[in-house]
T-cell receptor, first 114, second 114 residues
Framework: TQLLEQSPQFLSIQEGENLTVYCNSSSVFSSLQWYRQEPGEGPVLLVTVVTGGEVKKLKRLTFQFGDARKDSSLHITAAQPGDTGLYLCAGDVIGSSNTGKLIFGQGTTLQVKP | NAGVTQTPKFQVLKTGQSMTLQCAQDMNHEYMSWYRQDPGMGLRLIHYSVGAGITDQGEVPNGYNVSRSTTEDFPLRLLSAAPSQTSVYFC?????????????FGEGSRLTVL
């Protein structure tokens, strides 16, 4: 059973377009992280959100944590070919904190064509 | 900075063979974990450890054993490999906190079981 549902699973867009990736769950999370992974490498952390309703910006990337801390979104403005990669959301389920365990979504493969 | 080091990077096994995937971290992190990554399924937690001498099962522990004799090392053992264990395996480490902190991943070990 996938606790974190990520959508879409695949996205192919042209350079300059905007996109949003969603991460949804029926569970409440203490925190939610977004990772980016390139082929042949391990995931690398982009951002952690911990407060319901929190919005964080990282250059052209905007991350939002839902008010109820059950969902999150990643919005990319004016996507560039360098944004191509696998994006993963990962949640720290309430009650499992302080154990180093994260539940991951299925991932979104993003391809940005020049 | 070495960070998290996994060996081997690639391995081909025959059904029934055993092997150990090695993982070492030099960041003095208390928490370490093993994930497997399969297409369309994100990362799934196999086993994790909150400190030397302490391990616990994750979401998909069957067919795998772990031990944690030192803070630095967290090997993953496959006792009798099966084709269903063909996957990419990632080791990760992190530090304790109020919520799960950033996971630092190795580059992965790609295992094929014939």
């Amino acid at each position: 059973t996938q606790l974190l549902e990520q959508s879409p699973q695949f996205l192919s867009i042209q350079e300059g377009e905007n996109l949003t990736v969603y991460c949804n769950s029926s569970s409440v999370f203490s925190s939610l992280q977004w990772y980016r992974q390139e082929p042949g490498e391990g995931p690398v952390l982009l951002v952690t959100v911990v407060t319901g309703g929190e919005v964080k910006k990282l250059k052209r990337l905007t991350f939002q944590f839902g008010d109820a801390r059950k969902d999150s979104s990643l919005h990319i403005t004016a996507a560039q070919p360098g944004d191509t990669g696998l994006y993963l959301c990962a949640g720290d389920v309430i009650g499992s904190s302080n154990t180093g365990k994260l539940i991951f979504g299925q991932g979104t493969t993003l391809q940005v064509k020049p | 900075n070495a960070g998290v080091t996994q060996t081997p990077k690639f391995q081909v096994l025959k059904t029934g063979q055993s092997m150990t995937l090695q993982c070492a971290q030099d960041m003095n992190h208390e928490y370490m974990s093993w994930y497997r990554q399969d297409p369309g399924m994100g990362l799934r937690l196999i086993h994790y450890s909150v400190g030397a001498g302490i391990t616990d099962q994750g979401e998909v522990p069957n067919g795998y054993n772990v031990s944690r004799s030192t803070t630095e090392d967290f090997p993953l053992r496959l006792l009798s490999a099966a084709p269903s264990q063909t996957s990419v395996y990632f080791c990760a480490s992190s530090s304790p906190g109020r919520y799960t902190g950033e996971l630092f991943f190795g580059e992965g070990s790609r295992l094929t079981v014939l």
